[in-house]
T-cell receptor, first 113, second 118 residues
Framework: SQQGEEDPQALSIQEGENATMNCSYK?????LQWYRQNSGRGLVHLILIRSNEREKHSGRLRVTLDTSKKSSSLLITASRAADTASYFC?????????????FGKGTLLTVNP | GAVVSQHPSRVICKSGTSVKIECRSLDFQATTMFWYRQFPKQSLMLMAT?????????EQGVEKDKFLINHASLTLSTLTVTSAHPEDSSFYIC??????????????FGPGTRLTVT
């Protein structure tokens, strides 16, 4: 089953606005991570939130996790053109092989100057 | 810290030939390394997991004889695409973790290798 599905698939905003991306997953998890990928490049780790955490901040990033709804959101405040990238959530499932990260399809964020 | 490099960044090869991609952890020892494949505008799909000195574990549907993985040291893993076909053209990304087995969710990603098979 597909784990970690982001929505929206694409988001276009103006510089200075906030961007919110959501991620849903199907099975119980240990951790949920958010990554950024610039076009044609590797992944950059943004933030990790554990299953017993509800909210986490890192600079302009705010991540929430609702395990009852099996969903997470990534908020980027005061966006910049340099934030233009694809954003993926990745989960590692509790029990069994929890080292396997399952990625969603990603949200393509475009920040217009 | 936690830098992972890949070489080459881009490679073009002819159908039927083999190509090797290297993944190195530059400033830490990678107990576990992972290889992913990503098609355009798609997500990453895990191909295989390797631990230093042991055989790689392949995901369902990934041909182990076609995608040879060697994790010869704690800083180097290689992926060899054998008898490449145009449908093997893709973006291959490796990741490395300093942690073993069940805790290897802490992964650091390489910049990726764009493979084009003509």
């Amino acid at each position: 089953s597909q784990q970690g599905e982001e929505d929206p698939q694409a988001l276009s905003i103006q510089e200075g606005e906030n961007a919110t991306m959501n991620c849903s997953y199907k099975t119980s998890i240990n951790n949920l991570q958010w990554y950024r990928q610039n076009s044609g490049r590797g992944l950059v780790h943004l933030i990790l939130i554990r299953s017993n955490e509800r909210e986490k901040h890192s600079g302009r990033l705010r991540v929430t996790l609702d395990t009852s709804k099996k969903s997470s959101s990534l908020l980027i405040t005061a966006s910049r053109a340099a934030d233009t990238a694809s954003y993926f959530c990745a989960t590692d499932a509790s029990g069994g092989s929890n080292y396997k990260l399952t990625f969603g399809k990603g949200t393509l964020l475009t920040v217009n100057p | 810290g936690a830098v992972v490099s890949q070489h080459p960044s881009r490679v073009i090869c002819k159908s039927g030939t083999s190509v090797k991609i290297e993944c190195r952890s530059l400033d830490f020892q990678a107990t576990t390394m992972f290889w992913y494949r990503q098609f355009p505008k798609q997500s990453l799909m895990l191909m295989a997991t390797s631990n230093e000195g042991s055989k790689a574990t392949y995901e369902q549907g990934v041909e182990k004889d076609k995608f040879l993985i060697n994790h010869a040291s704690l800083t180097l893993s290689t992926l060899t695409v054998t008898s490449a076909h145009p449908e093997d053209s893709s973006f291959y990304i490796c990741s490395a973790s300093p942690l073993p087995g069940q805790t290897a969710y802490e992964q650091y990603f390489g910049p990726g290798t764009r493979l084009t098979v003509t």
